[in-house]
């Protein structure tokens, strides 16, 4: 019932009205201080390139766009530099709002289903506003890190 | 940037506030975001988060409940509700703690049954809405919460094989639940009171237990959750009926102007709510809550020990028989998507004193506030949001989404009468009386 079509044409993101504004400097929960920062220009990009820029992850939401507070899941699919498949990794799959300074209140399970692509259920988000996705990809000896920055939206009923 | 500049800066005094509710009117000028009559002119982005909030949809279905919509269920569910004979002492039934005409809830800072306890009576208006039950979350669904106040000690003290003893002895109780689930399972042999005590072991109700076969444990467990399962039927229908800011929102859907169902306090308390205070982070959507948990930085209760909130509730949740993944759910599956809401759940140190967010409809009728029933008043509640206490939080860590607001008097005013136009009418005699008969009465037709 939330995740209804937006209808409106100008669509408020919360961060407009962003509590940050009240609450001073920026400040990452410390759990994941060590994970790229989103710029700005690339902020809602479904795409990004891991730190260490030997991997790119790309995810799509189910449902999309991400639902306020409902459990969705994300199909995330690992390629390396040249765009090609890679196979065996592990991923590590969290997320915060920043600027609340806190995660969710779920655990999500990752499955691994072969062909670089990977299911993430039971992710969470229950506050509008900005969110990161951080991604672990540990991968042939490497662990390198990947943000997504991701805005939801609270839709007119 | 909400912010009018035209209003008077004062610091916040209770004197202040007090002159205000008094009646004290402020002049002010009038900014591009403020119509003729001094009510906000809302942009297309408050009008989005305007219109989540209403109308309130249906209560979402629970599927592990097969008989959470069944008017036969929600009858007798409602004739047991009101009925002290489900009590160890014969005085108390769930109404004597959740009263239609107390909000559904009783008045009174802390409940009291056979003893005090050390929590507030939540509302029921709108509970259908919730995702996990009691302040700290520790049950799924309302039929599986329905047997801790019957079970308590400090609230009607019964246990579920007594409960199975007073249905054989009293004909009518019998028939209401022959009526729905078939024969009540036997109770021979049965000692006069017993049920499980996970916290104690040693506890003389765990031991008369103990001595049930499983099969015989199976039949009253499940006896005691169709109780539960009609308890729910009944408590499902308590939904708010449309308030003033419901009839706002759907004239300003419209698109007409000028909608006179607010005042133009109320509708300033709106821009606020959604705007400079933030409420909506946490008030969110139709009922006006997240049914998540937080940790708003209450201090310590001068009398009662420390609670942890979500922290402790979460490990109760997990080992209860009645949520989504036992056998007493009507779910088709434990891999139901419905039970989600386990399968992922996690516990961090930051569920240290962490409560449930309350829905803010019916608002006015259901104080006193707070999981301890600490603020008498709404005024109350309003000032500790916009001064915060010096004292740190009686636990855990307070979240950064609440930072002390400062509201102007007048803003405390305009906040207030937003939340008083969150009254829909009162329950009908239909929810606030009990049924003469258990069972419905079909008219000859
Ligand atoms: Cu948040």
Redo the contacts between chains.
């Keep these: 019932?939330?995740n209804k079509k937006i209808t409106?044409?100008?669509?408020?993101s919360?961060s407009?009205?962003s509590?940050g504004t009240?609450?001073g400097p920026f400040?990452a929960s410390a759990q994941h201080q060590n994970y790229p920062k989103v710029n700005e220009a690339d902020r809602e990009n479904r795409s990004q390139i891991t730190d260490n820029k030997h991997y790119r992850v790309i995810y799509t939401p189910l449902p999309d766009p991400i639902p306020?507070?409902q459990?969705f899941r994300l199909k995330l699919t690992v390629q390396n530099a040249e765009g090609k498949v890679v196979e065996n990794a592990k991923l590590y799959v969290d997320a915060d709002m920043p600027?609340?300074?806190?995660?969710?209140?779920?655990?999500?399970?990752v499955k691994d289903l072969g062909k670089g692509i990977f299911e993430v259920?039971?992710m969470?988000f229950?506050?509008?506003?900005y969110w990161e996705i951080y991604v672990l990809v540990d991968h042939a000896g490497k662990k390198e890190k990947a943000t997504f920055g991701v805005t939801l939206?609270?839709?007119?009923? | 940037?909400?912010r009018s500049k035209c209003l008077p800066v004062k610091s916040l005094t209770l004197l202040g506030w007090a002159a205000l509710l008094s009646g004290l009117a402020l002049a002010a000028c009038r900014p591009a975001n403020v119509q003729s009559d001094g009510a906000p002119a809302f942009s297309?982005?408050?009008?989005?988060?305007i219109?989540?909030?209403?109308?309130r949809?249906r209560p979402p279905e629970n599927p592990g409940n097969s008989l959470a919509d069944s008017a036969n269920a929600a009858h007798f569910g409602r004739y047991l509700f009101y009925d002290t004979r489900l009590s160890l002492k014969g005085d108390q039934s769930c109404a004597s703690c959740h009263h239609p005409g107390l909000g559904w809830s009783d008045g009174k800072p802390l409940a009291v049954g056979l003893k005090t306890t050390s929590r507030n009576s939540p509302t029921l208006w709108n509970v259908a809405y919730q995702r996990w039950l009691f302040w700290d979350g520790r049950t799924d669904s309302l039929w599986a919460q329905s047997v801790q106040p019957l079970e308590s000690l400090n609230e009607m003290g019964m246990s579920r094989v007594g409960l199975l003893h007073s249905f054989h002895k009293h004909p009518e109780l019998r028939r209401g639940y022959e009526a729905l689930f078939g024969p009540l399972p036997s109770n021979a042999g049965l000692p006069a009171q017993a049920r499980p005590v996970p916290e104690d072991p040693k506890h003389p109700l765990q031991q008369s237990w103990n001595q049930l076969s499983p099969q015989q444990q199976l039949a009253v467990n499940r006896f005691v959750s169709q109780l539960g399962k009609s308890l729910e039927a009944f408590e499902r229908q308590i939904v708010s009926g449309e308030s003033p800011f419901d009839r706002f929102v759907a004239d300003l859907?419209a698109n007409k102007p000028a909608s006179k169902e607010l005042s133009v306090e109320a509708q300033k308390g709106l821009r606020l709510f959604?705007?400079?205070a933030?409420c909506?982070?946490?008030h969110?959507?139709?009922l006006l809550n997240?049914?998540?948990?937080h940790n708003i930085g209450l201090p310590k209760h001068p009398h009662l020990p420390v609670d942890q909130g979500r922290y402790a509730g979460l490990p109760k949740l997990l080992a209860d028989p009645f949520n989504g993944l036992g056998p007493f759910s009507d779910l088709p599956s434990r891999e139901h998507?419905w039970n989600?809401?386990l399968?992922?759940?996690?516990r961090?140190a930051?569920?240290k004193g962490e409560f449930k967010t309350p829905g803010l409809r019916e608002i006015t009728r259901t104080g006193p506030y707070m999981h301890d029933g600490r603020f008498k008043s709404l005024e109350e509640v309003l000032l500790f949001y916009s001064q915060l206490p010096n004292q740190p939080p009686a636990t855990g860590r307070r979240?950064?989404?609440i930072?002390p607001l400062e509201l102007k008097p007048e803003e405390l005013t305009y906040l207030l009468a937003f939340l008083k136009a969150l009254e829909g009418p009162q329950a009908g005699p239909e929810l606030s009386q009990k049924p003469k008969d258990p069972v419905v009465q079909r008219s000859p037709s």
């Design positions: 019932m939330l409106l044409a100008a669509l408020l919360l407009a009205l509590v009240l609450l400040s306020l507070n459990h600027s609340h300074n806190h995660g969710m209140n779920v655990k999500p399970k259920r039971g969470l229950h506050m509008p506003g939206k609270m839709s007119p009923r | 940037m909400l297309a982005q408050e009008k989005t988060l219109l989540s909030l209403s109308p949809p859907r959604i705007g400079r933030q909506i982070l946490c969110t959507g139709p997240d049914r998540e948990f998507e989600d809401k399968h992922y759940l996690s961090q930051s569920n979240e950064d989404t930072p």
